[in-house]
């Protein structure tokens, strides 16, 4: 006997994908704070303005031919280790050197 529409087998089938869709979302939303977290840094420490932050992530991740998340990661714990891979910090230098610092509203050298 085959099952119609919104019998159990429809249900179940339902529910497995809700699952998977939920699961995609807590993962991009911990990929999300992990950029965000990272982009901070470049704030902070770069001198860059949060859309350059983004740039320059960017940047890396695709000289470097690494995802972002990745590199995001990777610049995270560089902040708490101190250490972080030599491509990856050649490859931030330079795109920090093409996008900041970003000069400070009054400051003498405008």
């Known amino acids: 006997m085959a099952t119609g529409p919104g019998e159990p087998a429809d249900e179940t089938e339902r529910i497995i994908e809700l699952q998977e869709e939920v699961q995609q ?3 991009a939303v911990t990929s999300h704070a992990v950029v965000d977290q990272a982009i901070g840094m470049m704030v902070a420490l ?3 303005a949060p ?3 983004w740039t320059v992530l960017r940047e ?3 000289h470097t031919n690494i995802k972002l998340r ?3 990661e990777l610049i995270l714990l560089w902040g ?3 250490e972080i891979p030599p491509q990856i910090r050649a490859e931030l230098e330079a ?3 093409r996008h900041g610092p970003t000069q400070i509203p009054g400051s003498s050298s405008e």
């Open 70 to 72: 990745h590199v995001a």
């Open 25 to 27: 979302l807590k993962e």
């Open 46 to 48: 770069g001198r860059v």
């Open 95 to 97: 795109a920090l050197d």
């Open 51 to 53: 859309d350059q932050g």
């Open 80 to 82: 708490r280790a101190g």
């Open 60 to 62: 890396v991740s695709q």
